[in-house]
């Protein structure tokens, strides 16, 4: 182990220079303020400053819409930090700092939708391990979120134009500052990867449809980040939950500019009562909105050029936000008491062809974590997507599925953000990560090593027999992540339709 601290850890930037530490071989920059904002309008350059500033602690983090809570911290560790609605801040992860080197650089977009979040919530987003294994640049950010980020206020003058967008607007700069930036720390600004999850996966998606962002990534890497109408705008009319919350705040016309100073948290709050009170469903939804800056989500609205020419990776977990129902345990019950819990939600005529599609599609799952089954959050929609893409003539786009099986409560399929710690080589950080003698470590190689393979070479192969194929609009390719490692095509194709026929008959009914 070796540290160090001073003349040898200084990197210089456009704007002056910035002190980090060296922890072994990697030289950690924390806290680097990548811009200023004023509330609700877009983010500006820094100014430059004289002498050292020290990048040793994480900036601040963006006010979240939601109360504090503890997460499961046995699924993945949670950290917290202190807010500010002036955020803007990255930190890097690199072996030099100099620019005779270009090594690949990733750019990690946290989850939290676009509501919470930030670049170390979770303890797994710690970039050292996939720098020092990957020989890469990893830059993970803070954004402006929930009302402060997404608030559209552009009927209130031409002032509050870019209001509905400023959070994206944020991801923007960061991306612009690491192409101005980042070959002083020894990053190829021309071999940028996109990497988010959740919430963050749908800001990846997002940036590429921004036409702004052209130039400033190569590629893309989506987890669990392809939802339904709760991630994207769908040209959702907002201008009537926005008028509520300000009158909820106490804004009106004649006293509108306390809009630029009312306390964030209020506002955030009153905005979740407005889109209560006028009966919208799910998550309150903050995202961009269309307008020049952002075409729309690509489902509707295409993609922007660059956005086809960029070769991408989608993945999902088994379960996501489907749990077990409680009253169920996969490791006593029978396989008979299986069918029957299968009957009862199903009923019996439906309950014989998805026991024969379930197990055809995950033939080393018991039975019963069909019930645990994410068919319609993320894994249809995350098809979808690829086939999108496919029929657009889009470049290639590779699937993914992650389904080990974790020994939380004896036994529990994989649930959304327990896939992060693979991908950042950090399973050690989450020891729920444990899967058996060497089988954790094996899925982590497949994952994270096909991620650095796919941020030098734009293909997600490693040195094995698993060729990873690119998918096409009737060929789904999905490389599945689990105990055991495979490629299967259209493999739960079959149960997917099956399953949504049955709800829609029955909403039919």
Request: charged share 25%.
């Amino acid at each position: 182990m070796s540290f160090e601290h001073g003349k040898n850890t200084i990197a210089r930037t456009e704007k002056g220079l910035l002190r980090g530490f060296k922890y072994n071989d990697i030289y950690h920059f924390y806290g680097i303020k990548y811009a200023d904002a004023k509330r609700f309008m877009p983010p500006e350059e820094v100014e430059p400053w004289e002498g050292l500033k020290e990048a040793t602690s994480y900036g601040y983090i963006c006010p979240s819409l939601r109360e504090q809570t503890i997460g499961n911290n046995l699924k993945n560790p949670h950290r917290f930090w202190p807010t500010s609605e002036h955020c803007q801040y990255l930190n890097v992860w690199t072996k030099n700092i100099n620019n005779d080197v270009r090594r690949p650089v990733l750019v990690w977009f946290h989850g939290g939708g676009f509501h919470y979040g930030s670049s170390l919530e979770h303890k797994s987003y710690d970039g050292y391990n996939l720098c020092d294994t990957g020989d890469v640049v990893i830059v993970t950010l803070n954004h402006r979120l929930n009302a402060l980020g997404y608030l559209d206020l552009s009927e209130y003058g031409e002032k509050y134009l870019k209001s509905k967008n400023v959070g994206n607007l944020d991801l923007l700069a960061a991306l612009n500052w690491i192409n101005k930036n980042i070959e002083h720390f020894g990053g190829d600004k021309d071999n940028v990867t996109l990497f988010g999850q959740s919430g963050g996966g749908a800001k990846v998606v997002s940036i590429m449809n921004m036409p702004a962002s052209k130039g400033l990534f190569k590629r893309g890497l989506i987890m669990s980040g392809i939802s339904g109408p709760t991630m994207w705008d769908f040209g959702r009319d907002m201008r009537e939950c926005v008028s509520l919350t300000l009158k909820k705040s106490g804004v009106s016309n004649d006293n509108f500019t306390d809009i630029e100073t009312i306390d964030p948290r209020l506002l955030a709050k009153n905005y979740a009562k407005a889109y209560k009170e006028l009966g919208m469903q799910g998550v309150e939804y903050f995202g961009p909105i269309k307008s020049e800056d952002y075409i729309g989500e690509p489902f509707h609205n295409g993609y922007t050029e660059h956005a086809k020419q960029a070769p991408l990776i989608i993945g999902t977990n088994f379960s996501e936000f489907s749990n077990l129902p409680k009253c169920y345990d996969r490791n006593t019950m029978t396989r008979e008491e299986m069918v029957l819990a299968i009957e009862e939600k199903y009923g019996k005529e439906h309950a014989v062809k998805i026991v024969e599609l379930f197990e055809k599609a995950f033939p080393n799952n018991k039975l019963i974590d069909v019930l645990a089954y994410d068919v319609e959050i993320m894994r249809k929609t995350t098809c979808d997507m690829v086939k999108c893409r496919c029929d657009n003539g889009c470049a290639p786009t590779y699937n993914y599925f992650f389904n080990p099986i974790f020994r939380i409560n004896d036994g529990s399929t994989a649930l959304h953000s327990s896939d992060i710690a693979f991908m950042f080589k950090n399973i050690q950080m989450v020891p729920s990560t444990y899967l058996g003698e060497g089988v954790a470590e094996h899925i982590q190689h497949e994952m994270a090593d096909r991620l650095l393979s796919f941020a030098k070479t734009g293909e997600p192969q490693i040195d094995n027999d698993i060729e990873w194929e690119k998918s096409a609009s009737n060929s789904i390719k999905t490389m599945i992540f689990s105990e055991k490692c495979e490629v299967r095509e259209n493999f739960d194709k079959e149960l997917i339709e099956y399953l949504l026929s049955i709800k829609q008959c029955s909403s039919e009914e």
